[in-house]
């Protein structure tokens, strides 16, 4: 896991021209891919969502206030190798939860859409966007110690469910029954008020 400091992630290629926050995802080396060994914590389930907005690489802004459905907040970088490999499992349980759970990858790269837009257009993913948040203010809101990735399952209410801090295997059997379950909990919910 990429643990640093929330501060140390906000400003870690500030400055540092072009040797800053290399890219996990160009690293040519032949070591296997780190293993994902997050794990579901359930310590702040009904924490509210910050209400903080976020561009994409175009501008276009996301209010996480205004969404009116279960979302999965991933924070994720660039130079964090177990967010590079997470990134495409992210992608296939967007795709297989469609119409049920947003997923939104935000990225907490300094630098913003130079690192993030060549990472999404050499990986031709599909189901995620490119979402920004180059001062790390959710890192900030969420997490005292800036971990990356931290992954978190809001409801349609902005409320937290669950999260992951650490890799995790996203579009495992166990992830998605994981997610199935936990929308069907928050659907039999709704519907029983």
């Not at 175009?58 to 907040?73: E, K």
């Not at 967007?94 to 939104?104: D, H, P």
């Not at 859409?113 to 790390?136: K, S």
């Not at 399952?153 to 902005?158: C, R």
Request: net charge negative; with cysteine; aromatic share 6%.
């Amino acid at each position: 896991m990429c643990l640093a400091g929330a501060l140390a992630l906000a400003g870690c290629d500030r400055g540092a021209g072009d040797a800053a926050q290399e890219s996990a995802a160009n690293t040519a080396d032949s070591s296997p891919p780190p293993q994902l060994p997050g794990q579901v914590v359930r310590a702040f389930a009904g924490t509210q969502l910050p209400p903080l907005s976020f561009a994409d690489p175009d501008g276009t802004q996301i209010d996480l206030a205004t969404l009116d459905q279960p979302v999965l907040v991933n924070l994720w970088a660039t130079w964090c190798a177990p967010c590079v490999v997470e990134m495409p499992a992210l992608d296939n349980l967007a795709q297989q939860m469609e119409g049920r759970l947003k997923v939104l990858t935000i990225s907490q790269d300094a630098r913003g859409a130079e690192v993030v837009a060549p990472f999404f257009a050499a990986r031709n993913f599909t189901h995620l966007e490119q979402w920004l948040d180059p001062q790390n203010d959710l890192a900030v809101a969420l997490s005292d110690v800036g971990g990356l990735p931290l992954t978190v399952l809001f409801d349609a209410e902005g409320r937290e469910i669950l999260r992951v801090a650490g890799g995790y295997e996203w579009d495992s059997e166990e992830a998605i029954a994981l997610m199935v379950e936990e929308l069907a909990e928050l659907e039999d919910a709704s519907s029983a008020s």
